[in-house]
DNA sequence: CGCTGTTTGTACCAACCGGTATAATCAATT
DNA sequence: AATTGATTATACCGGTTGGTACAAACAGCG
């Protein structure tokens, strides 16, 4: 068998999620992806099948090394408040450095729910009810730490702080600036004040 | 001077923005919009110009509509607290009644800003920090009247409460069911609590 | 070298894109 | 009935859409 790839299909995925982050599915044209992959249309097809395969595949590559890679890194710590806050100001961090304003790529995709397929339905739908799992299982632990007074309801309260999140994350699409997305993150964390 | 208009062009506009409401701006063809609005193209072009001045005018016309004919009745509330749970539960039984889970188009264009025309970016910027005026109104006056502690911290709670409105309206686009916008509501009534 | 399989460039496809043009039809005022 | 302007249907424009086809160049293995 001869040589068995060139160009890094991881690679060219990241470079295709940068698109399809900020222009979404519809907006962004094979010819916008040829162009940002730095591959032959042809070379396109054959690795990722369809422009459909590409983004399904982009959006959980993306899911995978960011959301759940933070979640499970915080997971391990043992205070939850601490734990909440490092992640909502995480995204603080990456609205600070962002230039370019994109936001959430499961967000926005989340917004576009209503056209999409199935199986990105399923992506996103897993994405966002761990996100919620985490918040429950962080104030549980801080509840059993007494940091969090038991009044505050664990699934309700994660509930809301998903909501806080994905707010945060869509109004960092340009529409918040550093000190309404801070007043957002201390806000979320007022909710564990009972 | 003979007969001066045939159609009415606010229904039209009105039919536009159901199609511009789900799909977004760029997956909306002119097609899509001559069927829904029931004109010819010819018309539609007479009329409106083109795509992106009807699709200015559907969102100023919906903001008008929805968002801001809401507010300026809530205002003349003499009670804050109830106000904003009014507001909040307004989208909660909108969500109940729409099985499109269209979500709002404000919230959606937001998300889309990066690849808006300055107008529409004005009309977004606008009509959210309209909505964060009408929060910070309503929580001094229900400090005023003792409803809400004055520990409560007016603009920064009124951020992060339109944080969790635009999370609200996103989950409604078919990631959350009622009971998840419910706890959504009753979570942002918690941040009046002090 | 010869075989294999990838990459690349290019040409091509039918369908659709936003937008324009035109001629016929239509309704209401004069 | 004549005039006026909006509405309609249809055809058309150049450009682009997602996707396919194909030959040439390429790189590794036997």
Redesign the pocket.
């Known amino acids: ?7 890094d ?1 991881d690679l060219a995925t990241d470079r295709a999620t940068e698109v399809f982050w900020k222009k979404g599915y ?9 162009a940002a992959m ?10 990722f ?6 983004f399904d595949r982009a959006l959980t590559r993306y899911d995978q090394k960011t959301r759940a890679a933070k979640i499970n890194q915080l997971r391990a710590q043992n205070d939850g408040v601490a734990a909440i806050y490092a992640f909502f100001d995480g995204f603080v961090e990456e609205a600070r450095k962002d230039p370019r304003n994109l936001g959430c790529f499961v967000v926005n995709t989340a917004q576009d729910l209503p056209n999409q397929p199935p199986e990105i339905a399923q992506t996103i739908h897993s994405a966002l009810e761990d996100i919620k799992e985490f918040f429950r299982e962080m104030i549980e632990k801080g509840q059993q730490a007494g940091d969090i007074p038991n009044t505050v309801r664990p699934e309700e309260t994660a509930q809301a702080m998903l909501s806080m999140l994905v707010g945060l994350r869509l109004l960092s699409r340009g529409s918040a600036g550093i000190p309404a997305l801070e007043a957002i993150r201390d806000g979320a964390m007022r909710l564990l004040k009972g």
């Open positions: 068998m001869p040589w068995e790839k060139s160009f299909v519809e907006a962004t044209s094979m010819a916008d992806l040829t730095r591959i032959n249309k042809g070379s396109l097809y054959n690795a099948g369809s422009k459909k395969a590409l």
